[in-house]
């Protein structure tokens, strides 16, 4: 598996620069989280926070500020106790997300680990409009060996969802997963055929443990927070899959996406192959924040 | 929304200035820290926001606090006049050689930005303008990619070029050109497979398509939700295959848009087009000004400048 390598170079060449903790000090820091889009309102925070333990603790040294950093980012980036419930458990994981972002992908690659795990897994073909989502789809279902229900280009997404969910109850599948078509979540009918599906399968399959992941792409910036708030709207947002950390983008909204709407980021995408799909780790993220030039290309 | 806050927040910054005179370096200086702000919420690249305050901060100080406009209004005049110039001031569209010669064009970009979409919204476009466009299927790598061109091809009443995946881009590349010369096709959109732009096999591949055949225009394809790392992309690209103009999409969104900027200014290319949605007509001109302004986060206080 990938790691992503340099991290502690990278980071301590921030905190050993500095021989006091200044105005310079910290506006480095501001600007380092700025330019990993964490966005200006929580990069602030976290400065405050920062601020006051430096105070506090009589911190003299800006190296040990580097701990107090990490701690504070990965207290707020917390996964919870139940984050990867829905694999033991039936379950239906709905995948939304705008357009482009990693959905397809992710899904097959999630398909993948769940098979590997032995349970057995069904794919809703549920984008149902984009040009060959749907031979995209049966695509990663072949490459995972999982089953795939679909339907026509064209057909209503709801359709497919309730033939789905029927497979899933009579194969006795253990995970169902729903690919959706992206969507941008200022259109309000698209919205609307989302809460469409998440009624479906609350009433058709009542007793499935739910997981609705929405996908976010490492590389957006600050309208990711608009993004999330838009969905939960939709549906019950339990985690992110935060995509595409292969290249030289950070991610750092997530941590103002889980800040202010608690949505914990459960996996993360860090390439096109099948394997590039890691559970989240805090202290990587945040490690990775600091980086100057994030490869985890290769090794 | 995000208007009132930047021109209230300007507003409350001068409340006591008017009419006192000149802007000084003071004044200015606080009013631009609410600017930066703004330009940050908007994704526009760090380093491209401090290089953009310095030069509006020299415009502004010294300037004649007009009767007519409040000093806030001033500064976001200049700024929004800077913004503008940055942006590029007139509209652009794609270069494409007379109708008796082919003109290639290559298509490139990250993941998931919008290539082949907006490669058959193009082609539809020129089709439309009495060209005869042809559309290459040179992404091997994402499943199903050749079958999404076909659609979309389909769609927009033009034909697509493949060899299926077990080619190699280059020599699709090629054969698609030559492919063209045979049935009179006059325009050929190479739509390539998104790619890192530190992924240097994938970038050298590029490369090498542009030894194979004529590209004569390099177009990268950006989302518009991009945000910090838009500096990265479009520097990276643009020094290791050359970009010839850009193409924002996602635009139907409402994302502010900052990376446009930082991808002007990184790259000094046109932004030719924006995509508005996913429907192949979904695809317009690009308008400096309108950018800026929306850049801004105010749409309104423009015409409310004009008047004063
Ligand atoms: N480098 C990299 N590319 C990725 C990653 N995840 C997905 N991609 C690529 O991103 C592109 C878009 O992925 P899709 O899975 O089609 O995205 P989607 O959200 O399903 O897209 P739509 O259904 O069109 O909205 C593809 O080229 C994928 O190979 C990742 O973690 N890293
Ligand atoms: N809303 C909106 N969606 C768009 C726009 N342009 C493209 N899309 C959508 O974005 C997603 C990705 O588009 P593609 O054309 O597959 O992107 P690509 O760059 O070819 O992707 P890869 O080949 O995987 O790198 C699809 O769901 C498109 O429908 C746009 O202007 N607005
Ligand atoms: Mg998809
Ligand atoms: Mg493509």
Same mark, same amino acid.
């Given at each position: ?25 910290y ?39 580097? @701990? ?52 057995? !897994? ?10 060959? $989502? ?9 490459? $995972? ?47 609307e ?47 992110i ?26 996996? !993360? ?12 780790s ?8 600091? @980086? ?8 | ?40 919420e ?10 953009f ?13 007009l ?38 064009i ?5 993941? *998931? ?22 559309l ?21 009443g ?15 590349a ?45 177009v ?6 991009? *945000? ?81």
């Open positions: 598996t990938k790691t992503r390598e340099n991290i502690v170079s990278g980071m301590d060449s921030i905190f050993s620069g500095f021989s006091a903790i200044d105005e310079d000090f506006e480095e820091l501001e600007e380092t989280l700025i330019m990993g889009d964490m966005g200006i309102q929580t990069t602030m925070s976290v400065l405050e926070e920062l601020k006051k333990a430096v105070k506090e603790q009589h911190i003299k040294d800006p190296s040990q500020c580097r @701990q107090v950093l990490i701690d504070s980012i990965r207290k707020k980036m917390d996964l919870g106790e139940n984050a990867y419930e829905f694999e033991h458990r039936k379950s239906v994981v709905l995948v939304i997300g705008v357009n482009g972002v990693g959905k397809t992908t992710s899904i097959g690659k999630l398909a993948d680990q769940l098979k590997s795990d032995g349970k057995r !897994v069904i794919l809703a073909a549920a984008d149902t409009f984009r040009a060959a $989502a749907i031979e995209q789809l049966s695509e990663w279902a072949d490459r $995972a060996g999982v089953d795939l229900i679909a339907q026509k280009e064209g057909s209503d997404p709801a359709a497919v969802i309730y033939d789905a969910i029927a497979a899933a109850k009579s194969r006795n599948a253990d995970v169902l997963i729903c690919d959706t078509a992206g969507r941008l979540h200022n259109k309000k009918n698209l919205m055929e989302l809460k469409k599906i998440n009624r479906i399968i609350d009433k058709e399959y009542p007793e499935a443990y739910r997981e609705t992941l929405v996908v976010l792409d490492g590389t957006t910036g600050q309208n990711a927070l608009v993004q999330a708030r838009q969905f939960m709207e939709a549906a019950p947002i339990t985690g899959i935060l995509t595409k950390l292969d290249g030289t983008a950070k991610g750092g909204i997530a941590v103002a996406i889980q800040s202010e709407l608690g949505i914990p980021v459960k996996y !993360v995408g860090v390439g096109e192959k099948i394997d590039d799909l890691q559970k989240f805090s202290g990587d993220f945040v490690n990775a924040l600091f @980086q100057s030039d994030t490869r985890n290309k290769g090794e | 929304m995000a208007f009132e806050s930047l021109a209230d927040k300007l507003q409350n910054v001068f409340k006591n200035l008017r009419g006192k005179g000149r802007l000084t370096e003071a004044d200015v200086k606080t009013a631009l820290k609410e600017v930066k702000m703004a330009l940050l908007a994704d526009v690249s760090f380093k491209v926001v401090k290089q305050i310095s030069s509006v901060q020299e415009r502004a100080v010294g300037q004649d606090v009767t007519s406009l409040t000093p806030g209004q001033m500064v976001i005049k200049i700024v929004n006049e800077e913004l503008v110039k940055l942006m590029g001031s007139e509209t652009t569209e794609i270069a494409l050689k007379p109708q008796n010669e082919i003109t290639v290559m298509m490139i970009g990250l993941q *998931g930005a919008g290539k082949t979409t907006t490669t058959a919204k193009l082609a539809g476009k020129f089709k439309a303008k009495g060209r005869n466009p042809m290459a299927a040179c992404d091997i790598y994402r499943p199903a990619a050749i079958k999404q061109l076909q659609v979309n091809g389909e769609k927009v033009v034909p697509v070029f493949s060899m299926g995946e077990n080619n190699s881009p280059v020599n699709i090629k054969a698609a050109v030559e492919h063209a010369k045979k049935e009179g096709c006059n325009l050929v959109f190479l739509d390539t497979a998104g790619r890192l732009q530190i992924d240097e096999a994938m970038m050298e591949e590029l490369v090498q398509i542009k030894e194979a055949v004529h590209v004569d225009q390099t990268l394809v950006v989302d518009a939700m991009t *945000g910090q790392d838009a500096v990265n992309v479009a520097g990276s690209f643009n020094d290791k295959i050359g970009v010839d103009g850009v193409i924002l999409t996602k635009l139907d969104g409402d994302t502010r848009g900052g990376a446009a900027l930082s991808i002007r200014s990184v790259t000094g290319r046109p932004i030719l087009y924006v995509g508005m949605g996913e429907k192949l007509s979904d695809l317009e001109q690009f308008y400096p000004d309108r950018m800026a302004s929306r850049i801004l986060g105010m749409g309104d206080i423009l015409s409310l400048i004009e008047k004063a």
